[in-house]
């Protein structure tokens, strides 16, 4: 059984959407930053996840999400990068592939919740080109 990561939290920015070539077809990838505060410390800074959604997932992120809504993204692969930027810091990101998206807690006045799963097709994980 493969581990679930799950984060929730608001979007950062712009839904990123672009369509890329992977071993020969063409995949759709939004791409999307979301900010998750410290429950426990309300002044401490978010984190900031980098969050990548495939195919059917990528459409309806972009057609329902925007800059502040709340998500809930679960998804079964997180990485964590780390590098030094130009001016000499070191800089990281945390990268989660989400393979469900949440996004009920928009809703108002007792409006049906949207959950959507997305059972991405079997890829290397080596083959994806970020």
């Not at 990528?58 to 709340?70: H, P």
Request: glycine letters at 8%.
């Amino acid at each position: 059984m493969s581990q679930q990561h799950m984060i929730a939290g608001h979007v950062g920015g712009e839904i990123q959407v672009r369509n890329i070539q992977v071993n020969g077809e063409d995949r759709k990838v939004a791409s999307f930053s979301v900010a998750v505060n410290n429950r426990f410390n309300r002044e401490a800074p978010p984190t900031w996840y980098r969050v990548s959604v495939w195919n059917g997932l990528a459409e309806v992120a972009s057609k329902y999400l925007a800059r502040g809504s709340y998500v809930i993204c679960i998804g079964s692969r997180l990485t964590a990068s780390a590098w030094t930027s130009s001016e000499g810091l070191p800089q990281a990101t945390l990268e989660l592939t989400g393979d469900t998206l949440d996004f009920s807690a928009n809703k108002r006045n007792g409006e049906q919740s949207d959950s959507y799963d997305y059972a991405p097709p079997s890829t290397n994980a080596d083959e994806i080109p970020f």
